[in-house]
């Protein structure tokens, strides 16, 4: 039997966000490695399997990426059907294409499964379009986290017309206001700041890109978070709530 490991996005954290696919995938598992970011109770649909958990959150105690590379290399030629669980989309800041090429180049078969990353759902649970005719012509997932410490080049975002989606943004926010700020975006930007996306715990809130710094420590804001700047971020709120709050 062939070597095949699964690379299978798990979505934002609502269940039943999964796909089709993922949970055929999972059925079939005789091993699930893990993230952090992964929803346990989507393991449901993999009673019998073994649970690895891989995780590695910025800043904490992390599985390095080799050790990963080579569990997944040992269990897949064990003959066992390897599951990989990334939160939200492989390849959306997931390196799910890293993984597919180390696996690849050891001549192991992968199959990649889409999952829904948490910006797209962040958004939707708040009820803002990323695109809107007339509004905003496109969107842009960034992150606001490089290995390097290299900067981005904020003028480009500021300008660019689009929705800005940022992922690991929490620790970064004084960075993205100063950066799009001087990159000439307009003070009263409108900003959501939405965690735990799809989750029952989820939180937004709406500020604007002057004020989103002090927002955010008023209102404890805490990672996993997404930010949505451009002017879209104003949707979604009814008519008789302030632009501030707290879902
Ligand atoms: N592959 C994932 C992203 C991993 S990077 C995806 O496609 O969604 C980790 C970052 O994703 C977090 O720092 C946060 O910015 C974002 N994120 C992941 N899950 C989230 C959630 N449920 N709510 C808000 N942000 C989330």
């Known amino acids: 039997m ?76 064990q003959g066992k059907c390897v599951v990989r669980l990334k939160g939200g989309d492989p390849c959306i800041f997931g390196r799910g294409s890293e993984e597919a090429d180390w696996l690849g180049a050891h001549g192991i078969e992968v199959e990649m499964v889409n999952g829904i990353t948490a910006g797209l759902a962040g ?52 960075d993205i206001q100063a950066g799009l700020l001087a990159g000439g975006m307009a003070p009263d930007m409108p900003v959501a700041m939405i965690e735990s996306a799809s989750l029952p715990e989820q939180r937004e809130f709406r500020s604007s890109l002057l004020r989103m710094q002090a927002d955010a420590v008023a209102f404890a804001l805490k990672s996993p978070a997404i930010l949505v700047i451009g002017a879209v971020a104003a949707t979604g709120l009814q008519a008789d709530l302030p632009l501030s709050r707290q879902a």
Request: with cysteine; net charge positive; glycine share 10%.
């Open 123 to 174: 958004a939707t649970n708040c009820g803002i379009p990323l695109t809107l005719r007339g509004v905003a012509r496109g969107v842009t997932l960034v992150t606001a986290h490089t290995q390097d410490d290299s900067t981005l080049n904020w003028q480009a975002l500021a300008q660019s017309g689009t929705t800005l989606v940022i992922y690991m943004g929490v620790a970064k926010l004084a």
């Open 2 to 77: 062939n070597a095949k490991v699964w690379l299978v996005g798990a979505g934002p954290g609502d269940p039943e966000l999964l796909t089709l696919k993922a949970v055929k995938a999972l059925s079939q598992a005789d091993v699930v490695m893990i993230d952090d970011l992964v929803n346990p109770a989507v393991l449901e649909h993999c009673p019998g399997a073994r649970i690895v958990s891989v995780g590695k959150r910025g800043g904490c105690r992390s599985t390095p990426q080799a050790f990963i590379h080579r569990l997944m290399l040992r269990y897949a030629r």
